[in-house]
């Protein structure tokens, strides 16, 4: 999804509103397959009192000659060389959603040890905690299993498993992530300084809300733990309530 208002700040990051010169920055993840048109609306509903940097993977839309980055920290690594270059000083804060919120947290552990601003909070929609990461291999047995999951999870229609060049557009972006998902081991007791809100569907059939809750584990800051009515993409339904949990978050007003 792209608009009038896109502003392309280099290869990595997508502006989609306007917002203050000293609004505080939330850096936003997206999930699997995901680009960062997602994040549109979220960016809309937030400004002009926080500005949105949403992240364009390798491998899709604009970027889709690339190869997609199929190592989670490798991939964090460059997303966070590339918010080092960000003016110094702005406040700063990551939002992922479920994949995105590893590839968030791992961003955070390397702002947090100097690369780059590090994040005065870490919001994880939609995502287990990292030791929780399971990816069944059953789903990158073929194309069609693959589709069917994230059919499953709501994130693609049936018309994508029907037309052919659909079909080509989003499976390589799909089976990269895929296999950075299932490749991912965190490092064992990692933790960032800074706090962490996890966000969780009630009804995601593959995050149950322990699992989401988990999190805290992964901080020695404080922890908050939002449950929302809806599945894996209830942010897309409840989009008022997660705008609102980020400027409560970062404690900026309407």
């Known amino acids: 999804m792209t608009g009038a208002a ?24 997206p999930h699997a397959g995901g680009s960062a048109g997602f994040f549109v609306p979220l960016a809309r509903a937030l400004a002009p009192a926080v500005r949105v940097l949403a992240v364009q993977y390798p491998g899709r839309l604009d970027r889709r000659r690339e190869p997609a980055v199929e190592d989670v920290r490798a991939l964090a690594r460059r997303v966070a060389e590339v918010i080092a270059g960000e003016p110094d000083g702005a406040r700063m804060a990551f939002f992922g959603h479920s994949m995105g919120s590893l590839v968030a947290f791992e961003t955070a552990l390397l702002a947090e040890r100097g690369l780059g601003t590090p994040p005065e909070r870490l919001f994880v929609s939609g995502g287990r905690a990292p030791a929780l990461t399971r990816v069944d291999p059953a789903i990158l047995r073929d194309d069609r299993s693959l589709l069917e999951e994230v059919l499953f999870l709501g994130a693609t229609s049936r018309q994508v498993l029907e037309s052919a060049d659909l079909r080509e557009l989003v499976l390589p972006a799909l089976r990269g992530d895929y296999r950075a998902l299932r490749a991912y081991l965190p490092e064992p007791g990692a933790r960032v300084r800074c706090p962490i809100t996890a966000l969780v569907g009630d009804r995601d059939p593959r995050v ?6 988990r999190w805290r584990e992964h901080t020695t800051g404080p922890f908050r733990l939002t449950v929302l009515p809806g599945d894996h993409f209830y942010l897309t339904r409840r989009l008022e309530d997660v705008a609102e949990t980020v400027r409560r978050g970062l404690a900026v007003p309407v």
Do not use: H, I, N
């Open 208 to 213: 149950t809300v322990a699992q989401a809750d």
């Open 6 to 29: 896109e502003r392309v700040r280099g290869d990595w990051l997508r502006e989609y509103a306007p917002a203050a010169q000293d609004a505080p920055c939330v850096v936003a993840f």
